[in-house]
């Protein structure tokens, strides 16, 4: 367009602006004219535009969420199966699980995801995630809601989910659409019930009037009523134990004659005859009164008002041996409840025995049509009917039970403990067939299915803090990458996370632990019970490379942690160890070498006193062989040797990562045993170099050089994202030539004398210790010297020129109760990197362990974003010492000569 006295300007007529610098001319010529775009002739045309743009990292730091390449995945995938391949031609039978831990992502300030073991949502997400597993892995199987873990201080036991499918690939209950959920209300009644018992009790050839009903202990609330102060209400009785207070306000509001539920006394019989017997419970009382609690019915049955017996005429439930050899399990047709007469069907017991026609290993056919007649045990009947004499031995009593409980509107059934799997699976099909006819949900509670290998078995269980999953084991290295990476993706999927974020910012694992279990398919199969040096081998080579214990923990190490070293518990203690070593193979030598020549206990004999931590707990260790071969019964002879030392890493192919590790240090250790002729005497080198990433890195380099000489050709850069997480790098600055980064290093953590607290005594964790490592490249020795709070850092070479590492320990925060609380907080740190021909700081940063304006966090920070924001706000690349400054005295600790304890004032000038 042509404007007097501004000649020619552009316009763009499609957006009705004037051309700009955005604009690119496509034409160009002195005579208007024949540029003109409507001059000429034109077809019809299409035009198509695309637009393309790449962005592409110069340089990755390895992180968390994305921690390999897949170049990187695809090598580790293929040394898993070469490593696989080794274990069996060397027919190792190795199998491997482990603990998984997770928290909420919706509620990470809450007590039940940091402190406490119970909480208001821990149980349904837990339920949450087992059915997305069940779903996975328990078609056909039996869900299970079951007892946990009771410790001291805990009013009630904990709960567990359990869900168990047999190994054989049939079924154990066939319509998962009768598990009832625990978010539903089903408006379950105690009619209901009643008669849920009683149609169990038809199909296992019994008689339903040995139904009764159960209430709460009338006499007992009586009397708790006559003890509450006058002026409060029954309802609100304002006591200070609030689930006494609860249990209080719900007695009083249901009423004394509610009835809680209904009892069915069951038993296998053991002789010939009808399978199944029941029968009167003779009590003190005109009623079942329970036992006061919160507990389900079964637990708070009153069997010490039962009849007395002899001992050796009670009925014990006895849990089988795991060393017998465990003959198949019958079909699933064949384990139907019995029509109560013999039959031609044999069922096998856990012996592997088959019992003749009319024993109590007959079987029957299956479904409601085989239905039993009640005068098949006319005989029993009359037996069970028979009232014990004073002093008489009453054995004949039925003394376990089914219940039946309606709770929250929903029916739960507690099962009886059992001997013999055959049996509770027998139980459970008669329950699941009157669930059927009744179309009502059901939740099992109560007494597990027996141990028994013939049947897999995955738990979610509560701990401080966490939720627990007990993955079944994986036989190679495809089942473990599966089933860890399925186990991540449902945890988060149902809103649990792998990782937890401090109120600072700094990135950490879940805290709870991710121990790794080691066995066999069965008890004869387990490598380290066939080859005991095994075991020796592993204890002797963590030992000697520092790096296995402390890059993969949490942040408590130390000897009072959850899983400490040999070396860690007593100062004598690999003296001790190397004797058992030795002891290890002259035993083996004298005995041969042979499959099964070594006795599975010589192990757990030889090392069972040494693997504890400083009070002698044998669980809290960091090789657990309380699963091995332990005298102290049948549940502690499997085999399994747990490695504690492994905190929860955020991604699943992390954890395969380490696993990986292990199970190729496993396959060197069965071809070549690890028989060093003096084990390392770290002494406080322990926790003075190995507690900083620089010398952790170093070590575990070393371990896959030696792997790879071996013919595993794994890589340290598969590791350097646990590194980045395990040590956070906090900053850097340089100057002059001279870099200096400051990263996290480990700290061993102080537990204290006992303190009286609510309920009892407690003993605090001083936590207020940290340490972080200093490492400077390009220094001058002899000019250059690194300070923090104008006190000299105790740089050491490191083997490469002008490079140094040092360590400085500081107190972060000052809790209630410390290890010496007149120490006052430390913090900010003040780095310099101080110039002695010049006499003055060339360089330095600030570290600060809070909020540099001093405020206090009140949240925990939402996702990883807010925690990075959090991390970077605290370090500062200025603030370093300004003016002239003097070389302050050097105060190296022979003891500890890589580490600056700012706890110790300085020496004299």
Not at 120 to 126: E, G
Not at 306 to 333: C, I, K, N, R
Not at 525 to 535: E, H, N, T, V, Y
Not at 668 to 688: C, G, I, Q, S, V
């Amino acid at each position: 367009m042509f404007l007097p006295g501004a000649g020619w300007i552009g316009l763009d007529p499609t957006s009705g602006l004037l051309a700009g610098e955005g604009h690119i001319p496509l034409a160009c010529s002195p005579e208007p004219s024949s540029a003109a775009p409507v001059s000429g002739a034109i077809d019809e045309c299409e035009t198509e535009f695309e637009h393309h743009m790449e962005v592409s990292r110069v340089w990755e730091a390895p992180r968390v969420t994305l921690p390999y390449t897949d170049e990187q995945w695809s090598d580790i995938e293929a040394l898993g199966h070469q490593v696989d391949a080794d274990l069996l031609a060397g027919d190792v039978r190795l199998t491997q699980g482990g603990e998984p831990t997770f928290v909420s992502v919706d509620d990470r300030d809450g007590a039940e995801w940091n402190t406490e073991a119970m909480g208001p949502t821990k149980r349904l997400l837990s339920a949450d995630l087992m059915d997305k597993l069940r779903v996975k892995y328990g078609a056909g199987g039996l869900l299970h809601y079951g007892q946990g873990k009771w410790y001291p201080g805990e009013q009630l036991p904990r709960w567990s989910l359990n869900l168990y499918w047999r190994k054989d690939g049939e079924p154990v209950w066939t319509h998962p659409e009768l598990f009832a959920s625990e978010h539903e209300d089903y408006k379950v009644t105690d009619v209901q019930a009643k008669q849920f018992l009683s149609s169990v009790a038809k199909r296992l050839a019994l008689d339903p009037k040995y139904v009764f009903p159960t209430f709460e202990d009338t006499w007992y609330y009586l009397w708790r009523e006559r003890k509450l102060p006058t002026n409060v209400d029954p309802f609100d009785a304002r006591l200070a134990d609030p689930l006494e207070r609860d249990r209080l306000r719900k007695v009083f509001s249901q009423g004394l004659d509610k009835v809680v539920g209904h009892v069915l006394p069951v038993a296998r019989t053991t002789g010939a005859g009808p399978r199944w017997t029941s029968g009167e419970w003779f009590l003190r009382a005109e009623r079942c009164y329970l036992v006061p609690g919160d507990s389900p019915l079964g637990f708070r049955l009153p069997l010490d008002s039962q009849p007395w017996a002899a001992e050796g005429d009670m009925p014990w439930v006895h849990a089988p041996d795991q060393t017998q050899t465990f003959a198949p399990l019958p079909a699933y047709s064949r384990l139907r409840y019995a029509k109560g007469s013999s039959e031609d069907v044999v069922v096998t017991g856990a012996q592997g025995a088959a019992a003749g026609p009319g024993s109590a290993r007959t079987a029957a056919g299956a479904g409601l049509a085989s239905a039993p007649l009640l005068g098949a045990v006319k005989g029993v009947a009359a037996a069970s009917l028979k009232v014990p004499a004073a002093f008489e031995s009453a054995g004949w009593i039925t003394r376990t039970a089914l219940c039946a409980e309606p709770r929250d509107g929903r029916l739960y059934l507690f099962m009886p403990p059992m001997s013999v799997l055959e049996d509770y699976l027998e139980l459970v099909s008669a329950i699941e067939d009157t669930a059927a006819e009744m179309k009502l949900p059901v939740i099992l509670e109560g007494y597990e299915p027996p141990r028994d290998p013939r049947l897999a078995t995955l738990r979610v269980t509560p701990d401080p803090g966490v939720i627990e999953v007990n993955i079944h084991p994986a036989h190679n290295w495809g089942e473990l990458v599966e089933q860890t990476t399925h186990l991540y993706q449902s945890a988060h999927e149902t809103r649990l996370s792998t990782e937890k974020f401090m109120l600072d910012g700094r990135h950490t694992g879940t805290g709870g632990g991710n121990h790794f279990v080691l066995g066999g398919a069965t008890v004869a199969d387990s490598p380290f019970l066939r080859r005991p040096d095994l075991l020796a081998s592993m204890i002797g080579y963590w030992h000697n490379h520092p790096a296995l214990s402390y890059l993969f923990s949490g942040l408590f190490v130390g000897p009072t942690s959850q899983a400490p070293r040999v070396d860690e518990a007593r100062n004598d203690s690999v003296y001790e160890i190397e004797i058992a070593f030795a002891e290890l193979q002259r035993v083996t030598r004298e005995i041969g070498t042979g499959e099964g020549a070594c006795p599975p206990w010589l192990i757990d004999r030889l090392l069972r006193n040494l693997l504890i931590d400083v009070t002698g707990n044998t669980h809290r260790a960091e090789f657990c062989i309380d699963k091995l071969y332990s005298p102290d019964g049948p549940t502690g002879r499997l085999g399994l040797l747990e490695m504690r030392a492994f905190e929860m890493p955020p991604h699943a192919r992390m954890s395969l990562t380490q696993q990986l590790l292990m199970r190729a240090l496993v396959s060197r250790f069965w071809k070549e045993p690890y028989r060093p002729a003096r084990l390392k005497r770290w002494n406080t080198e322990l926790h003075d170099r190995f507690m900083l990433p620089h010398f952790i890195w170093q070590d575990l380099c070393d371990v896959v050089e030696e792997l790879n000489a071996f013919g595993y050709p794994i890589k340290a850069d598969w590791f350097a994202p646990h590194l980045n997480f395990r040590f956070p790098r906090l900053g850097d600055f340089a100057a002059k030539g001279v870099e200096v980064e400051l990263r996290m290093a480990l700290e061993p953590w102080h537990v204290l004398g006992e303190e009286n607290a609510a309920g009892g005594t407690a003993r605090f964790v001083d936590s207020s210790l940290e340490r972080i490592q200093i490492r400077a490249t390009g220094l001058v020795g002899d000019r250059h010297v690194v300070t923090c709070d104008g006190r000299v850092v105790p740089l050491q070479p490191t083997g490469r020129v002008g490079e140094f590492v040092g360590a400085v320990r500081y107190r972060a925060w000052n809790p209630p109760s410390a290890l010496h609380p007149t120490i006052d907080v430390h913090a900010p740190l003040t780095v310099d990197l101080l110039d002695t021909w010049m006499s003055r700081s060339i360089g330095g940063c600030q570290y600060h362990v809070a909020h540099p304006g001093g405020r206090s966090y009140d949240t925990f920070p939402v996702n990883a974003y807010e925690a990075e924001a959090r991390r970077l706000n605290r370090f500062f690349r200025i603030g370093h010492t300004p003016g002239t400054m003097q070389a302050p005295r050097d105060e190296r600790n022979p003891n500890f000569p890589f580490t600056l304890d700012l706890r110790r004032a300085p020496p004299a000038a």
